[in-house]
């Protein structure tokens, strides 16, 4: 694997751990903010961001998926052949 494929890995892993706290983080102020607030809460533009959260998190799943294909060929290896344990 060449440094620049391993950087790849590295800030993808990077990426999906940041969409993952930010997730959590987003789950912690809408819970504070709903008690807080009660009927004022803004439901739907909470369900908005959670939508953002959900599109950046398959991003990076599509993008892993991807840089392992790639990765594979480069290998000479078809991405459907390799059994995982």
């Known amino acids: ?3 620049a494929e ?3 890995r590295r800030a993808l892993n990077r990426l999906r751990r940041a969409v993952e706290k930010a997730d959590r983080e987003l789950g912690t102020l ?6 807080a ?4 809460f803004p439901e739907e533009r909470y369900e ?3 939508d953002a959260m959900r599109l ?3 991003f990076t799943e ?24």
């Open 30 to 35: 809408e819970a504070s903010l709903k008690h």
């Open 1 to 3: 694997m060449s440094s």
């Open 56 to 58: 950046a998190a398959s």
């Open 62 to 85: 599509e993008e892993g998926a991807r840089l392992a294909e790639k990765l594979l060929q480069a290998g000479g290896l078809e991405p459907g052949r390799v059994r995982r344990g």
């Open 37 to 40: 607030e009660g009927p004022d």
């Open 6 to 8: 391993a950087e790849a």
């Open 48 to 50: 908005q961001v959670r």
